[in-house]
T-cell receptor, first 114, second 111 residues
Framework: DAGITQSPRHKVTETGTPVTLRCHQT?????MYWYRQDPGHGLRLIHY???????DKGEVSDGYSVSRSKTEDFLLTLESATSSQTSVYFC?????????????FGPGTRLTVL | GQNIDQPTEMTATEGAIVQINCTYQ??????LFWYQQHAGEAPTFLSY????GLEEKGRFSSFLSRSKGYSYLLLKELQMKDSASYLC????????????FGTGTKLQVIP
């Protein structure tokens, strides 16, 4: 199994509070991704990173920011959490972006915003 | 962009064969993935197709027709542990080669 961990695994917070989710990898993969998964929507890309300090937006990036100061860590921040951000968040990694390079997923973080 | 369609749910009997279909409309194509996701767990990679035809890997096979925008995942000799969601995902051919996931097909295997 690819070495990917996410913390915390579960979090309950209140509307308007800041929240940071952490993804940590031990595979030295270049690409890292944050997805959210909601019933009826599947996995949707929030942000991705193609190297240290190199990040870009996905399809549902509003209300989220990311940072990658080290190869192994990719942080997702909700500056002011809203109830619509209640979801399961998955981090993923891949060695390269193209071709057969599949993504390996972390165990997920279940976030509830009250 | 990508638009991916797959059935929401399917039921099949232990020991049988099941085919899960996926159709897609895309502005650019550079490969199709199938992932398996058990309830409450992370998706795990099953197969990758970029050329037309069938890729076989043990009890699982995946087929692709690029001209028809169509793929299927074939599961043989179904086992109870195959009860899971199966996600079809398409990689586009743009600069970043983004992967778009379908909403998944929930398969229930019954005795």
């Amino acid at each position: 199994d690819a070495g990917i961990t996410q913390s915390p695994r579960h979090k309950v917070t209140e509307t308007g509070t800041p929240v940071t989710l952490r993804c940590h990898q031990t595979e030295n993969h270049r690409y890292m991704y944050w997805y959210r998964q909601d019933p009826g929507h599947g996995l949707r890309l929030i942000h991705y990173s193609y190297g240290v300090k190199d990040t870009d937006k996905g399809e549902v990036s509003d209300g989220y920011s990311v940072s990658r100061s080290k190869t192994e860590d990719f942080l997702l921040t909700l500056e002011s959490a809203t109830s619509s951000q209640t979801s399961v968040y998955f981090c993923a990694i891949s060695e390269l972006a193209g071709g057969r390079n599949e993504q390996f997923f972390g165990p997920g973080t279940r976030l509830t915003v009250l | 962009g990508q638009n991916i369609d797959q059935p929401t749910e399917m039921t099949a009997t232990e020991g049988a064969i099941v085919q899960i279909n996926c159709t897609y409309q895309t502005s650019g194509f550079n490969g199709l993935f199938w992932y398996q996701q058990h309830a409450g767990e992370a998706p795990t990679f099953l197969s990758y197709n970029v050329l037309d035809g069938l890729e076989e890997k043990g009890r699982f096979s995946s087929f692709l027709s690029r001209s028809k925008g169509y793929s299927y995942l074939l599961l043989k000799e179904l086992q109870m542990k195959d009860s899971a969601s199966y996600l079809c995902a398409v990689r586009d051919s743009g600069g970043y080669q983004k992967v778009t996931f379908g909403t998944g097909t929930k398969l229930q295997v019954i005795p």
